[in-house]
C-alpha cells in the first residue's frame, strides 16, 4: 500500500442528535504515523467523533476510511479487525479480574480463539504470558495479579492503553488519557504515549491544550462540532481562531 494514502480520512461527516448537530461537515487527513491531537471544549464533539471512526454511533451523513478502504457500514469488531483500536473516556474493564486477566481477554478478543467460547481460559497460557509482556511495557508488571478494583485511578488508566496496544493497532484512538491524573501520572503516561511505535497512528484528545501539545505533531480544533483549525502543531498554536476558542479574545 502506498505510503501516501492516509492512515484515516474522513470526509463531510456529520452527526445530528435530535436537533443539535454534534458534527458539522467535518473532514479530517491524517497521514500514517502522525501524532495528531483533537482539542476543543467541553462539547465540541471530540468523543462523537472518535465514536462515529470507530462505528460506536452511525453518522447522520458522511463518509470514514482506514488505509483508503471505506469503513463506514462496517461493524466495530470489523474495524478493530482492520487495526482501529481506543480507550474509552470512561473505564470499561472487568474490575472483578485481575488485570493479567483482562488484558489476556483483551488479546483472545482479537485471536481465532475467541470462537473456542468452551476452551477454559486457565489453559490459555500463552495468551496471559503475553498479557504479562504488555503489561510490563506500561510498567504494571509487578502487580498483574491485582485485581482492577485494588488498582489505583491511574494504574486503571495505563491499563487501558495496554489493553488497547494489545491489539498492536495500525490506528490508536486515545480518549483523555491524561484525564484526572496526577502530575506524576501524567509523566508516565505521556512517556507511555510517546514510546508508541510510529508505525501506529495516534490520534489523542485533550481539551487542555498545554497538557499534550508536546506529544502531538498536528492538531486539529474542534468547536460546537466543526472543524476550526487544522494544520501542524505550531499552525494551530499562532492561529488566531485557536486563542479565539481559548482565551475568549
Ligand atoms: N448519544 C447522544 N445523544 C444526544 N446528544 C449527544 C449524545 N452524545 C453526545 N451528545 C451531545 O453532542 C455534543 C458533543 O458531545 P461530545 O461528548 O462528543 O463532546 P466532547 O468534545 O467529547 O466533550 P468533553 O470534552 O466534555 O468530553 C454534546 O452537546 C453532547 O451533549
Ligand atoms: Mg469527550
Known amino acids: 500500500m502506498s505510503h501516501a494514502t492516509p492512515a484515516l480520512e474522513i470526509v463531510g461527516l456529520n452527526k445530528v442528535f435530535g436537533g443539535l448537530r454534534a458534527t458539522q461537515d467535518v473532514n479530517l487527513h491524517i497521514v500514517q504515523g502522525d501524532r495528531r491531537l ?35 457500514k462496517l461493524r466495530p469488531d470489523q474495524r478493530a479487525h482492520l487495526g482501529l483500536s481506543r480507550t474509552y473516556q ?25 470462537w473456542n467460547l468452551f476452551r477454559p481460559m486457565a489453559r490459555a497460557s500463552h495468551l496471559h504470558d503475553e498479557a504479562q509482556t504488555i503489561l510490563e511495557s506500561v510498567g ?42 496526577s502530575t506524576q501520572e501524567r509523566l508516565t503516561v505521556k512517556n507511555l504515549i510517546a514510546n508508541i511505535p510510529k508505525e501506529t497512528t495516534v490520534v489523542l484528545i485533550e481539551h487542555d491544550m498545554d497538557t499534550a501539545l508536546d506529544l502531538a505533531e498536528s492538531v486539529t480544533l474542534l468547536h460546537y462540532g466543526k472543524v476550526i483549525v487544522d494544520g501542524t502543531r505550531e499552525d494551530v498554536i499562532s492561529d488566531p ?6 482565551l475568549g479574545h
Open 90 to 114: 470512561i473505564i470499561t474493564l472487568f474490575p472483578k479480574n485481575t488485570i493479567l486477566h483482562n488484558v489476556a481477554l483483551g488479546l483472545l478478543g482479537l485471536s481465532n480463539e475467541r
Open 140 to 181: 504494571l508488571g509487578a502487580m498483574s495479579n491485582k485485581l482492577v478494583s485494588q488498582i489505583a485511578y491511574g494504574e486503571k488508566r495505563r491499563l487501558e492503553i495496554a489493553l488497547a496496544l494489545a491489539q498492536k493497532p495500525k490506528v490508536l484512538l486515545l480518549d483523555e488519557p491524561l484525564a484526572g491524573l
Open 241 to 246: 481562531r485557536t486563542r479565539e476558542v481559548y
Open 38 to 72: 483533537l482539542i476543543g471544549p467541553n462539547g465540541a464533539g471530540k468523543t462523537t467523533l472518535f465514536n462515529q471512526i470507530t462505528g460506536d454511533i452511525i453518522p447522520t451523513s458522511g463518509q470514514i476510511k482506514l488505509f483508503g478502504q471505506d469503513v463506514s
